[in-house]
């Protein structure tokens, strides 16, 4: 909540969705022009839609209220009733989203192992597709994710992803919540991270600091559809400039700052590895393992500080509330709790 230089700030490292939408962000949402987005007619909507289209070279975009529903929505828009899609069995579409493809959708994930690298292996992909046989469901998508749990995809993964599914009329869907966060930790351009995906889902509401709002791009007939899969699903918003403004204000206030909470994940990591076992320090993300459950939990709220459940795998996530100066804070509250 603010009160930057208070000594005993709340540090939140559960997730980058906590970050507050700043001062500055607050006032262009304000005074954003807006209009009935179910109507298209909402001039902030549509300028966020083709602005992120454009960064990621696909034709047109479609803002939603959230990841899940994008996905979702991506998901339906690909694969009919009883089709199927391919993706990594710890990816956010089939572990995180409520089962929603299978629920909602009546599209059966068909799921396989993530290798350590965050990757899908290609051997795995193409022996999941299958010759078309009237036992099986068949697969229209692969379905891929980058940033996966904070790690970023090996350069060229994406390429030859996209020649497989193409190789066999599959089309593929990028889940790039986090895709920022790998353009900024490679340095390439969102486009070349997207190179090879029909479809994208862009979040605005993670390190990016908007309140709500991903943007899912593809090509026009994609999006038509989208926009229908949209409706049904309940995600068509009225005057919803008011929060694209924020996602605008997002793409050019908050994007070369991921580096800081990149940087600052790497100082955590550091900090924390003589204190705990630190497994991977990737992106915005750091994974230790953390004994002591409830009561560890208790000792850190104690001294204002938050985290997931704590476990032989938990995440801590750095953002943009979080400061240079929390990192002795969070690595003396551990400390004193092992020690
Ligand atoms: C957060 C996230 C989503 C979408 O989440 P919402 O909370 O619904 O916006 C989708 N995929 C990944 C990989 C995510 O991290």
Redesign the pocket.
């Known amino acids: 909540m603010g009160g930057n230089g208070m000594a005993n700030r709340r540090i939140d490292l559960r997730s980058d969705?906590v970050t507050l939408p700043t001062p500055a962000m607050r006032r262009i949402m304000a005074e954003a022009e807006v209009g009935d987005d179910v109507h298209g007619e909402d001039p902030t909507v549509t300028r966020l839609e083709q602005r992120v289209a454009d960064m990621l070279g696909l034709e047109a975009g479609l803002f939603l209220p959230?990841?899940?529903?994008?996905?979702l929505t991506a998901l339906m828009s690909h694969c009919g009733r009883g089709e199927a899609y391919i993706t990594g069995e710890t990816?956010?579409?089939v572990a995180?989203?409520a089962g929603g493809a299978a629920v909602v959708g009546s599209i059966v994930p068909i799921t396989l192992p993530v290798e350590e690298d965050g990757t899908v292996a290609l051997d795995r992909l193409r022996a999941a597709i299958r010759p078309e046989d009237f036992h099986r469901p068949v697969p229209r998508l692969i379905a891929v994710?980058n940033?996966?749990l904070g790690r970023v995809l090996p350069e060229g993964y994406m390429e030859e992803v996209a020649a497989l599914a193409r190789e066999h009329g599959l089309r593929v869907h990028l889940?790039g919540?986090?895709l920022l966060n790998a353009a900024i930790a490679t340095g390439r351009t969102p486009a070349s991270v997207a190179a090879g995906a029909d479809s994208v889902?862009l979040?605005l509401?993670?390190g990016l600091g908007a309140p709500a709002g991903?943007v899912l791009a593809g090509d026009e007939a994609f999006i038509a559809r989208a926009r229908r899969a949209r409706k049904m699903l309940g995600g068509g918003m009225r005057q919803s400039g008011v929060l694209a403004a924020a996602g605008l204000h997002a793409l050019d206030a908050h994007v070369e700052r991921l580096a800081d909470d990149h940087e600052l994940a790497a100082a955590l990591g550091e900090r924390l590895a003589p204190v705990v076992e630190v497994q991977r320090v990737s992106t915005n993300m750091v994974y230790a393992g953390l004994p002591g459950g409830a009561e560890l939990k208790r000792h850190l709220e104690d001294r204002n500080i938050v985290i997931a459940s704590p476990g032989p795998v938990t995440r801590l996530v750095v953002h943009r509330d979080i400061e240079p100066g929390d990192v002795e804070r969070v690595g003396a509250a551990f400390e004193a709790f092992y020690n």
């Open positions: 969705t959230s990841g899940t529903q994008s996905n990816y956010h579409t995180s989203e994710e940033t996966s889940d919540a986090r889902s979040c509401s993670k991903t």
